[in-house]
């Protein structure tokens, strides 16, 4: 097999995979859960699934939106965000969960074709994060991966029967 140019490294290709699943697992997860339960915190501290679900999507759109900036503009400046004032400021609470599902699936997918066409140089290309300084695109991808993974596992502990 001859590796060409637009062909990712295997890597990616399981990150590209497990992400698709992913969604598919999220909406197993809460089918069937009532939305009261939902949108219990488990702690005042604590966000709810409701509102880890709406930070999932919304965090899609913030890493399609660095991935296309640093695409257009290899070394470009990439601005943190303060997540928990997202909570509050875009009324997590209030979300509604499938819609927060729906809207990450089409952002990831979106993103997912993006990143299958890219070339291998792309992927090598990077920002400079205003907190974390040097991030290439594949380093976004792989963080983006694991960050699903952690907040699964999250979710999954807010809705495990109670002991
Ligand atoms: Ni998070």
Known sequence: MTITKRQPRLSHLILYRN????FLYVERLI???????????????????VEILAHLADTEIVGGFRIRMILGAPGTPIAGFNQDAWVTSGHYDKRDP??????????????????????????KHHGIHSERGVETVEHIVRMFAGH???HIRQIERILAPQK
Do not use: M
């Not at 992400?19 to 992913?22: G, K, M, P, S, T």
């Open 19 to 22: 992400q698709i699943l992913f």
């Open 31 to 49: 089918r069937g859960v009532s939305v009261s339960k939902l949108r219990k915190r488990p702690a005042p501290d604590k966000w709810s699934v």
């Open 98 to 123: 499938g819609k927060s599902v729906e809207q990450f699936r089409v952002s990831r997918e979106a993103n997912l074709a993006l990143l299958k066409s890219l070339t291998q140089e792309q992927w």
């Open 148 to 150: 699903d993974v952690n």
